[in-house]
């Protein structure tokens, strides 16, 4: 398993109150292939540096877990189909080991 980081921007005429539980539902991809959900994270409405799909705001969300790479790339495939979810990021974060 992987550690992955994936950043969400959701539509700001979505309630923040169900961006949670929609993640959640996505991340069950996640879970079935025997990966982990470490945190859900929404951060709220926040201003964008630049206009998406003519909105200035979004809703972020980041959500920190660990996956088989194709897991994360079929994760990612599906929350692109959704509607409400502006851009998605999945990146794979440095690891913080000191020598």
Do not use: C
Not at 12 to 30: N, S
Not at 81 to 91: F, H, Q, S
Request: hydrophobic share 40%; net charge negative; aromatic share 6%.
């Amino acid at each position: 398993m992987r550690h992955y980081e994936l950043m969400v921007l959701v539509d700001p005429e979505v309630d923040e109150r169900t961006v949670e539980p929609t993640l959640a539902k996505y991340m069950e991809i996640v879970k079935r292939d025997g990966g982990s959900v470490e945190e859900i994270d929404v951060w709220g409405r926040r201003r964008l540096a630049y206009e998406i799909k003519k909105n200035n705001e979004a809703v972020y969300a980041v959500v920190d877990f660990h996956a088989t790479p194709d897991s994360a790339a079929e994760l990612d495939r599906l929350l692109r189909l959704n509607e409400t979810i502006m851009r998605t990021k999945i990146i794979r974060p440095e690891d913080q080991r000191v020598a």
